[in-house]
């Protein structure tokens, strides 16, 4: 490795940490003063620079809390473990409530930057956010689908078409269903319902004529 690829690396990795505690300072402000205060003296100084590094990194007071925004959401993974079928559903919703007491600043910061979004006070964030809700919205309607089909035993194809009806539901029930006497009784039943609709079954008899 040549003294230029290092110092390369070194400056890549001063940059990197320079725009770390620049977010986090920012993120700190949020937390306990409001979107409102952030400005580019106020997070240089709480990140221990000058207010000029805000502008220098960022560009934008609106670039830096645009990056904060997408920090902030991408730190929560609804399923980490990549679950499947219903334990994808309980995952997310834990890991959801979970995040509301271990990451207590995370919550307030990403709550007020999407009250100032959708207040109009930072117009700038909106489409951060509708994005964003598109995306977990869409991640929760296929959680559920998830689990609806690993608890369903007649799943539905995607296009509508009906793959069984109640009837195949009840055979299907009945076929899995391991109680002694279960289908004698349910064979039984079903034979008393059809006598009681019908009535007893009629003899027919046929006379043939002699010739």
Do not use: W
């Not at 390369?8 to 990795?13: M, N, V």
């Not at 809700?133 to 309607?141: K, L, S, T, W």
């Amino acid at each position: 490795m040549t003294p230029a690829s290092r110092a390369r690396r070194t400056q890549t990795e001063r940059r990197a940490e320079t725009e770390r505690r620049l977010l986090e300072a920012t993120m700190t402000i949020i937390a306990e003063h409001g979107v409102h205060a952030v400005t580019a003296a106020a997070v240089g100084e709480a990140a221990g620079y000058s207010r000029g590094i805000v502008h220098h990194q960022f560009g934008t007071r609106q670039a830096l809390l645009t990056v904060v925004a997408k920090t902030v959401q991408s730190r929560f993974d609804p399923n980490p473990d990549k679950r499947d079928g219903r334990e994808h559903v309980l995952t997310l919703v834990a890991r959801y409530l979970t995040s509301l007491r271990s990451e207590p600043q995370d919550i307030r910061v990403f709550l007020r930057l999407m009250t100032a979004a959708i207040s109009g006070e930072e117009p700038g964030l909106q489409a951060v956010f509708v994005q964003r809700d598109e995306h977990f919205r869409q991640h929760v309607a296929e959680a559920l689908a998830d689990g609806e089909r690993s608890v369903d035993p007649c799943r539905r194809p995607p296009h509508g078409d009906r793959c069984c009806d109640r009837r195949a539901t009840a055979r299907h029930r009945a076929a899995v269903d391991t109680r002694p006497g279960f289908h004698r009784a349910r064979h039984a039943t079903h034979r008393g319902r059809a006598a009681h609709r019908h009535g007893p079954p009629t003899l027919r008899v046929t006379c043939r004529r002699e010739t």
